[in-house]
């Protein structure tokens, strides 16, 4: 009787360990393109629309960069992983400014202080993400990042584009953090 609870008990845990395997590996895949104080940096602008796009523009030009330095190392797979890694982050970090693009141009925030730089850098950064020769181990992600970097581009292009002209129009509403429903 004794071996038996002892053989039940470790196929328990085997079954166990089996049925965890699938989630861990789930939260391992999750990437955060942000660190724990980015995060909070932007949490706190949170309240200031044009400071949180600066940080975005920060955040972003650093993944560019590392991915920068990275062009010119020698070719391994753990470069290639890095790269990657690296242009997943980055294509995630467009993306959610992006977003937070559209909530401030509803909102009718005035943000083109940080949209001019911000389209001065998405020139700069498609550049860097172009000269990245495409290789079988971050293709997709180089494709994707592009992508991201592209739309990015136009949308605050246009969106600086329509500021300029919206503000021209509604001089009592420059500078808000947002336009109050008259």
Known sequence: MKNWSIRSLGMYASLLCMLSAPSLLAQKEKREPLTEAQVELIREAGIDPGERVKLYTK???????????LINRAHSSARVHRVDDELLDLAALMDELATNLDVYTDRKADIRKALKPLTDNTQRWLGVLRSLAGEPGFDLSRKEAIESGEDLA?????????????FALHKDEQ???RAEPK
């Open 154 to 166: 136009a949308q605050a292009a246009r969106l600086l584009r329509e500021q300029t002209e919206y």
């Open 59 to 69: 955040f972003v030009d650093e993944h560019v960069t590392t991915v920068k330095g």
């Open 175 to 177: 500078g808000q953090e």
